[in-house]
Structures are given as structure tokens and as C-alpha cells.
């Protein structure tokens, strides 16, 4: 019996390679999706340990944490100016 990846023609081994470029990308992407999490995360726990004070200094509020570590919050004003 013959093993048909390394007898078979060049064009016909693409599969492996194609597989594991998917592989691989998959791979990568699972990762950059851990490490972003994992950014979030720190990035929120290290706001929540701040005082009301050093918050209001930099224009968030407890409930404008996890906004503004997403990058969906916009910091106005006291009359709803945006910065």
C-alpha cells in the first residue's frame, strides 16, 4: 500500500500545506483573541482600583469603565460637550 500524500502528484500535496496554513491562522487569531481579552481585563481591573478622584481627573466615572477600556466611550463635559 502506497501512501498517496508523497506519491501523489505536486498539485494534488497542496492539501496538507493549505491545511496547515488554515491551521495556522487559526492559530493566530485564537491567540490575538486570548491577548485581547486578556488587555481588556488588566486594563479594567487596574481603572477599578482607582480612586472616584483619579478617575474624575482623567473624565471617567465608575460606570464609564468598561466603555471607555473598549473604546466606545467619548469623555464630555459638564454640558455635554464632547472633548
Known amino acids: 500500500m502506497t501512501n498517496t500524500i508523497f506519491n501523489a502528484p505536486a498539485s494534488e500535496r497542496a492539501v496538507p500545506s493549505d491545511f496547515a496554513s488554515r491551521m495556522m491562522f487559526m492559530v493566530k487569531t485564537g491567540f490575538g483573541r486570548l491577548w485581547h481579552a486578556h488587555v ?3 486594563d479594567m481591573a487596574y481603572l477599578r482600583s482607582r480612586s472616584d478622584y483619579e478617575l474624575k481627573d482623567i473624565g ?3 460606570e464609564n469603565i468598561e466603555r471607555a477600556v473598549r473604546g466606545e466611550f467619548v469623555p464630555q463635559d459638564e454640558l455635554g460637550r464632547r472633548y
Do not use: D, I, K
Open 40 to 42: 481588556v481585563a488588566r
Open 60 to 62: 471617567l466615572t465608575r
